[in-house]
């Protein structure tokens, strides 16, 4: 099923050309609470006019709002990409750190943007956990966790590392096609006879 849907967008632009970590990490800013389709269009707008932090801070806030819109809290967000922007250059030399712990020094960052980071700009060990993540593995059962950060700890623990990179990518496109937040496909689903349907109650 995974070959068959479209890839997320993060994981897509990591396998364009050259793995930028620059462009992962503010591709991956725009994308919170913002559908692929609408980050594709502001990532690209962008991009085309600025790909590294000094070309960013070269922007006015303005205008990086105009080029990102409609992606969601689009003000903040051009706000936030040119404060990392301006860390970046300032604490990094214009690089990318590529630990989690310096990643998550950058105020605006938090655990799934640096482990996206580091998985998707570095093809580092990471475990990347997004909504469909957490959901879907405390749904099935594998798990049993209140928060995120929890659920990254409990995967760390019991997830072969071979795994940890792509699980990300798997549950994305089964959540959005399969696993949905709200009544699940559970009738096409290709494991329901080994979820446990933790907390489902409606579901197709």
Request: contains cysteine; aromatic residues 6%; glycine residues 6%.
């Amino acid at each position: 099923m995974y070959l068959r849907d479209d890839v997320p967008v993060i994981t897509e632009l990591s396998k364009r050309g050259d793995r930028d970590p620059f462009l992962i990490l503010i591709g991956t800013i725009l994308s919170l609470r913002t559908k692929d389709e609408t980050t594709e269009g502001a990532m690209a707008r962008l991009f085309n006019r600025a790909r590294t932090p000094e070309e960013i801070l070269g922007l006015k806030d303005e205008e990086i709002e105009r080029l990102i819109y409609p992606v969601g809290f689009y003000r903040k967000k051009a706000r936030t990409i040119k404060e990392i922007s301006r860390t970046i250059m300032e604490r990094y030399n214009g690089m990318v750190p590529d630990e989690l712990d310096e990643l998550l020094k950058i105020k605006g960052v938090g655990r799934k943007t640096a482990n996206l980071v580091i998985t998707e700009g570095f093809g580092k060990l990471g475990i990347c956990v997004d909504t469909h993540v957490h959901r879907i593995s405390n749904r099935i059962g594998v798990i049993s966790t209140k928060t995120p950060h929890e659920t990254e700890d409990v995967l760390r623990r019991i997830l072969p590392k071979r795994y940890w990179i792509v699980y990300n990518s798997l549950l994305v496109a089964f959540g959005q096609k399969i696993c949905k937040p709200i009544s699940p496909h559970c009738t096409i689903c290709p494991i329901d006879r080994l979820c446990k349907k933790t907390s489902v109650g409606r579901h197709r």
